[in-house]
């Protein structure tokens, strides 16, 4: 407190001149509403009147935990911000593919959709009551302010927030320059304005209330919980009707291993007809020169299944193999970061066949 102000304010209430004229005076010259509240309440108690214990010039200031459980929920805030973005991308992504996409994008899109599906579920609900136990307070006491580190960090957070809303902004026009004008660039760019126009309108209503005590209605705060609750269930529900459960993407996952696995195994039959200019008998006898090389299910622990269909002999390079697995589902339509022939099952036993040559590179 500023001790000139502190003497002008304290000199003028032993004067007789009521508080209004005292709070009109600084307002006039230039002190701020809080500043000039402030200093007549310290000159009120500097005459005796009695504070109650704990209690700064203008109202209780918040405590630690108060400043704790704020920041706390602006932690949750960036979290909840980057999982609701992320979560509806990668819907948008998996119903309104573009080919001129990388593939891998689709294929770890389900990964993506989960981890932001997870965020949600853990952190909007800590994040929901972190805010009413923040409210909560200043509903009880209507006295009470901020301390000056809560505003800091409050601001802080949000530009940092309004930092990455941008990023994300610039980004969708970035693609939009890239040709991707279609459907899923509008919802992209919808989904962004809707989280960025939620989370300001409500934080500008916030600061009203809590900072320079205005009346905001509780049913409007009330109302954007509804809105933003609506939202997030709705992309819960969505991320896992794309995505599958959790035993479909444990399904998902054996495939693709099934995928790699078969994959691993060609390259290693095409690289021992080459050095020994014939096919192998039996996928056991393969492993005699690849160490690491997995020949049975990840599942079940069976051997896949491998016949020779043309062996090269005589003068023959050319030989055909065959080489079978058991799947889960059916691949994803939009295949996978390969994009080859063991990109693409249907579910249950699925035979690829491929040709060989033992002739000198």
């Known amino acids: 407190m500023d001790n000139t102000l502190l003497f002008h304010v304290t000199s003028r209430l032993r004067s007789g001149v009521s508080q209004a004229d005292i709070k009109k005076d600084l307002l006039a010259v230039g002190w701020t509403e809080d500043q000039a509240n402030a200093a007549i ?71 993506l959709i989960h981890y932001a599906t997870a965020a949600l579920i853990v952190a909007y609900p800590i994040y929901y009551m972190a805010l009413r136990i923040w409210f909560k307070r200043f509903r009880e006491d209507e006295k009470k302010v901020e301390s000056g580190l809560t505003k800091f960090l409050t601001y802080i957070v949000l530009l940092i927030a309004s930092g990455a809303i941008v990023g994300d902004l610039i980004t969708a026009l970035f693609y939009f320059f890239q040709g991707e004008i279609t459907i899923r660039f509008i919802l992209k760019v919808l989904t962004v304005l809707f989280v960025g126009g939620v989370v300001f309108s409500f934080y500008f209503l916030e600061r009203k209330k809590i900072q320079y005590g205005h009346d905001i209605p509780r049913k409007t705060f009330t109302s954007f919980g509804v809105v933003v609750s609506v939202f997030v269930v709705i992309g819960i529900i969505l991320g896992f009707l ?120």
Do not use: H
Not at 72 to 84: D, E, K, N, R
Not at 248 to 254: C, E, M, P, Q, V
Not at 301 to 322: D, H, L, M, N, S
């Open 41 to 111: 309440a310290e000159g009120l108690v500097a005459f005796g009147v009695p504070a109650p214990q704990g209690r700064a010039a203008g109202g209780i200031k918040s405590s630690v935990a108060e400043v704790a459980v704020n920041f706390f929920s602006f932690v949750l805030l960036g979290v909840i911000v980057w999982a609701a973005i992320s979560l509806y991308y990668g819907i948008i992504n998996r119903y309104f593919p573009d080919p001129l996409v990388d593939r891998y994008a689709y294929a770890s899109s389900t990964r």
């Open 242 to 361: 794309t995505a599958g459960s959790p035993a479909t993407a444990r399904d998902r996952g054996f495939d693709l291993d099934r995928s790699q696995n078969l994959r691993n195994i060609s390259s290693s039959i095409s690289t021992f007809a080459y050095n020994f200019k014939r096919l192998p008998a039996s996928l056991e006898e393969v492993t005699t020169s690849s160490t690491y090389l997995d020949i049975t299910d990840p599942e079940t622990g069976k051997p896949y299944e491998y016949r020779i269909i043309v062996a090269p002999t005589g003068a023959a390079f050319e030989g055909t193999y065959e080489l079978c697995a058991d799947f889960a589902l059916a691949s994803d339509q939009n295949g996978d970061y390969y994009n080859d022939a063991y990109s693409r099952y249907s579910a249950g036993k699925s035979c690829f066949m491929q040709s060989v040559s033992t002739q000198t590179r």
